[in-house]
């Protein structure tokens, strides 16, 4: 209630599925048994966070062979060899229409909000699309209404304009899952960030998701199509090398470090459909920049205003509302009469 969270990304892996999804894999005979009650523990937690409304993106974070270079993505030898594996990806295919058929089914997950079929895919990855493709059209044949978030690859805008393709307001259009963009945002690790002072790093992210400008996120009926980006990896952290730049006296530096803080939680309010935060807490103190828990309580992250309505003053709105609605709809009709009574006054038409 403090941090007015309404939906949590949980990260699994393949192996979270037990035993069966694990044959010819590193996790494969005993060491698959120690994940024997994951999937069972994760639609119990689904269930939990449900109770309290709080909706879940269920994240396949770690793929066989791995979606990116780093271990968390799914293997330890450094390569991303999901994307060069056909055995591979048919593997993370058959886990991720096993999740949606769960999904489909499963009272315990009716609070899930959607499925992120990859997580931190490497930049320009071999037939990436390829698959993303076909997982959507498998996906929508099992269930056509889950939002599908996929890893933009360190290239958004290629995968908005792929997002596009699933996302038409085209009554002809075959019906599929909706396609999300899931992104991250980082400014400590590359250059980009080490070689700018806070208040730089402060100014750049309000400059954030430029890419969704009105070629791709204006009127989406005049554009037949709409995108979406959800910031699924973001944290407070600036690197050491960023800290030393401020021009900022010593007892302003934490003021400094809020106010890149309130910018990223501002942007991703105003462009992105959600964000998540990595990571929930952090067991270092150290690492107090990267727990949610300490950003909330520091004031760092802030929530959207429109998340501490109270329950009667969200009902209040929806009454006026309602009251307004008949109005709006009949002031609408008599627009559009009037128009096409004066542009074809002979014309026949029907409601």
């Not at 270079?69 to 999901?82: L, P, R, V």
Request: hydrophobic residues 35%; proline residues 4%; charged residues 25%.
């Amino acid at each position: 209630t403090v941090a007015h969270c309404n939906h949590i990304r949980l990260s699994i892996a393949y192996w979270t599925l037990g035993p069966d999804f694990c044959k010819n894999t590193p996790f494969a005979m005993q060491p698959s048994e120690v994940c024997v009650n994951g999937w069972s523990a994760t639609k119990s937690l689904c269930a939990r966070c449900l109770s309290h409304g709080i909706g879940v993106l269920i994240d396949l974070h770690a793929g066989p062979g791995g979606f990116g270079q780093d271990s968390h993505t799914g293997s330890t030898n450094g390569e991303a060899d999901f994307w060069t594996s056909i055995l591979n990806e048919d593997r993370a295919t058959r886990c991720l229409i096993f999740i949606a058929d769960e999904i489909a089914r499963d009272p315990q997950l009716a609070g899930v909000i959607g499925l992120q079929i990859c997580n931190e895919a490497i930049y320009n990855a071999p037939g990436m699309y390829g698959w993303y493709k076909d997982v959507v059209q498998t996906i929508s044949k099992v269930r056509n209404d889950i939002p599908i978030y996929i890893s933009d690859g360190w290239d958004i805008r290629r995968a908005l304009n792929f997002s596009r393709m699933y996302n038409s307001v085209n009554e002809e259009a075959t019906a599929s899952c909706p396609v999300i963009v899931e992104t991250h945002r980082y400014y400590c690790f590359d250059s980009e960030g080490t070689s700018r002072s806070p208040e730089q790093i402060t100014e750049r992210v309000g400059r954030n998701l430029w890419e969704l400008n009105d070629s791709l996120s204006a009127n989406v009926f005049d554009l037949k199509s709409a995108v979406a980006v959800y910031v699924g990896d973001y944290s407070m952290s600036l690197a050491p090398d960023t800290r030393s730049k401020t021009d900022a006296p010593l007892d302003r530096h934490e003021e400094v470090r809020r106010a890149s803080g309130h910018a990223e939680s501002k942007r991703w309010q105003e462009k992105a459909i959600g964000s998540a935060f990595w990571t929930l807490k952090r067991e270092r103190q150290a690492g107090a920049d990267w727990g949610f828990k300490e950003q909330v309580r520091d004031k760092s992250n802030l929530a959207p205003k429109w998340l501490f309505l109270s329950e009667s003053e969200i009902r209040e709105y929806v009454s006026v509302a309602e009251e307004v609605r008949g109005g709006l709809l009949g002031l609408a009709i008599q627009e559009h009469v009037e128009h096409w009574e004066k542009t074809m006054p002979q014309g026949q038409f029907e409601f």
